[in-house]
């Protein structure tokens, strides 16, 4: 009997430091919602509070909401001031740009040209994002309103690096307390509230904001980390989450298929290549690249890898870019067949597709059912990710299969991937042609919009031609969303403009 | 994990066998100072040999090469291995666990915020396989072959088969989907934390019912049994008092070593549920090369895996005096 008293009490003990431990802490906050509130999904945590500290899409949304850019982009991504009140350019290489007056921090100071020098040299210092500014010489303080941001060169896309999250405008006070983000001070639309890392983070309406026509319209925003695709759309259908902002392109159905949701659609600017090593045979001859432009088929790709959820891509950029004009090819098995005789290669020839990951995986295997009915004979070589990476910078490959999310302006993805500098960089195709150089200066420096888009018109047709890759298609943004939700916008970037979004 | 520690020692100083116990208590701890050298050892060493280079990774696209260099050398990548290994556990003995490669905040205090996430859920999930799955067992043995066993063990079978994320799932579409009766995902208080516990628990449950019922089976077929019956005693106390606690040991064994598995983070529970334990922060460090953060979660793993077997030890010891004699 004793035993058994003990056993019991033991048990009990265990089980009340248990209940205690386990619990603590819980239970207050269930959370009661109410319909001025939202919260939205993200796939995966946010790394940096510090709009400088961070270079990712999942980072870049609460950024947004905290802190300004001297300029924005719209939903066509275009640039619009946001900060800035006004711009001038007394020289190529000289902007004079006036910022807001009366724009608060959150705590309480007035934004000043102090701010904006400071935060935009800052900028240029931090690991993450100091690419971004890579072509300032120098900002200075002009007076309290006005800075004047000095380039190396005449530089075009300048104002399109203004509307990074890693140019947003700190108080100079703040960063120099050293609070290290713990509390971040901005002066954008929401105030920052808590980050619970892994779990979600929280934002308040700021009521002072400058902006009175883009004032916050949600009191708080809760961003939820939601890493399972199929949880997400439950969360959602649920209705613990209002939005989610990427719906796994499997649910899509899912939630068009159901009245009290909303599925909202558009194409990204992500797009996805066959890319050929031009340094090797066969893909050394311009008639066969040409010829494995018209030999892949792209609709199959798009269907079994992609469930649909995509557009065919024509050109190296998406359609939504400044100067994009498709290429000439279309899914033509006997034009191919013609060109790669003419080429040298009547009965055909044997090549590696090198890839990394599941969905790159199905892509090739697509592609390999495509080349074997134009006698192409391909293996597929898997790798991992980070030796994937490695081979396409070093040029060990024949060809590859690759996706690349551009950043809005042509120049910051045209440069990276096609000029002779960045061989043994993301130029993998190693294409090395003076004339492509030339192209990719001039639409640098062309400060004239209407003559770049002309400039950029004409890259797109030479580059086409010179056929480095099979562009594939370019992804759909799949955003998930409660029907009753007002304001929901979306940009080739993805959700946007979440400030606006209200029940 | 403290409260059980102090509860532990109370027992044993209850018992008046303090002395001896506690001196093996920590001659344990001091051997466990080796098992983490070890341990540090081979991970540093271990991703060191994982492909990518972190410097390029911290500076992302668009870095120059120039930046990738001076990067490396300001971090200290350049070294020789064994120097940066130095390093590491020099700083590592002065208590200080190092920022993480691929947001720069600390390792220590983002694992403080992790672990005890991780700790709620594993608690929960064993306390509740233990109440379910050890009288599950010892009714499996005492009526062997009856329509419960059978189909206790049915249970347990499909229990151990079916792969957590698709538990998982499934509880969510039932119990939050369609009955609405806890959230989907997500660490929001008590509710949020019974579908994942429960998931966790079915696993384990199945393992543990299992070796109850096997050891159970064993003890009741020895001779004490049939004299401890033979002189009349009840049935009810038979099983209790002479033959449960022999054939506990076993099942103890495996309840700590679920335990120990299971404080490393469930990385697909987590993932299903959203549930921000110290698992997924693993799985995401290692892609990301993240070599701080990765030796700072097995660190963590390694000594609540040890200190839970610890403690199985001295529950032994406590169960079975015989045990108890070996620790002198």
Redesign the interface.
Known sequence: MK??TK?TVYFA???M??SL???AG??????EQTNDELTVALSAGI??LDPQ???DTKSEKVSFLVFNRLFKLNTDFKVVPDLAESWEQPSETEWLIKIKEGVMFHDGSEMTAEDVAFSLNRSKEM?????VL?EVKSVDVVDKYTVKVTTNSAFAPFLYTLVHAGTSILPKAYIESGDEFANPVGSGPYVFTEW?????VVVDKYDNYFDKNNMGQSSKITF?????G??RT??L??G?VDVIAEVQTIDKNKVSDNGELKLHEVPSTRLNFFEMNTEKAPFDNQLVRQAMNYAIDKEAIIIVALEGAGIQADSVLAPSFLGYKAGPYSYNPEKAKELFAQAGYPDGFEITITTSGDDRKRMAEVIQASLMDVGVTASIEML????F??SAINGNFESLVLAWTSNPDPD?TLT?RFFSGNIN??NFSRINDPKIDQMLKDGREELDLGQREKTYNEFHEYVMNQATMVPLFVNNILVGSNASLKGVELSPQGLWNIEKIHF | MY??LI?FIAVIKYEQIGGTVLKYIIRRLLLLLPVMLGVIFLVFFIISL???NVASM????????E?IVE?REEMGLNDPLIIQYGRYMGSLLRGDMGVSY????SVAG?IG??FPNT??LT??AI?LSVLISIPIGVISATKQYSIFDNLGMILALIGISMPS?WIG?IL??AF??NL?WF?????????S?ILPAFTLAIASTASITRTTRSSMLEVIRQDYINTAKAKGVSKNKVI??HAL?NALIPAITVIGLEFGVLLGGAVLTE????W??IG??MVQSIQR?DTPMVLGCIIVFTLSFSIVNLLIDILYAYLDPRIKENYK
């Open positions: 035993y058994k056993l003990v265990i089980l430091c248990v431990m386990a619990f819980g239970g207050q906050d269930v959370q790394t940096s500290g961070h270079n690991p993450k994002v100091q690419q890579s619970v890392s892994g779990d979600k939820k980390v939601i890493p399972e199929t949880s439950i969360a259908e649920t613990e991992e990710w980070g030796t990476i490695d910051a990276p960089g993301m | 409260h059980f509860k994982t492909p990518g911290i500076l992302g696209d668009g870095a120059t090469d930046r990067l691929a947001d720069g905040r983002e915020q992790r700790f709620k608690i929960t306390i994320f799932l969510i579409i939050s989907l609405g959230p989907s995902g997500g660490m929001s208080g008590v509710m934390l209790t008092k606690r993932t299903v549920f959203s921000p334990g997924r922060l090369k």
